[in-house]
């Protein structure tokens, strides 16, 4: 489980194809332990991609969908903890040849973005007044960590 927990995506795209919204679903799955007044228990949790977290793309000839999920968060205090570790995200659609009277050959990618921060230092500062003073200000921007994976062979359509 990463240490900054905001909101990640998974998905695929592929050339000439469109997607099949009714058809989009996944779940993110996690191991959960929870102690509590010093009982200790471990679960497996499963949850299920909400319409709302479902996006489409639609970019130079690619088409594909994709899910967005809120990463389950960690908590620790003095009578209760609570961990989650081994995180396995799945997303499915069905997808068909935009195309399908044509022979088409095509590939697919599949990818998991992670958001992170990224710190960074602002431009120099200087005030001149009364008092002089200056500063080096530090900026935090968002950012992702992507992981792809692509088909190594093109796929062929035939009709």
Known sequence: ?????????IGSTAMTCIVENSTRSGYVQYKNYSRIDGKSNTKRRKLIFGKNNFRNVDK???????????????????????????????YEYVGEISTPGQKVNFNTLGSYDHA???????????????????????????????????????????P
């Open 1 to 9: 489980m990463p240490a900054f927990r905001g909101v990640d995506s």
């Open 60 to 90: 130079d000839n690619c088409y594909g969908s994709g899910a967005v999920f809120q990463l389950p968060l960690d908590s620790a205090g003095p009578e209760v903890e609570i961990r989650n570790t081994n995180l396995k995200a799945h």
């Open 116 to 158: 992170t921060l990224r710190i960074g230092i602002g431009l120099p500062k200087l005030t001149v007044g009364k008092n002089i003073s200056g500063s080096v200000g530090l900026r935090i921007f968002g950012d992702s960590d992507i992981r792809c994976a692509e088909i190594a062979t093109s796929i062929a359509y035939k």
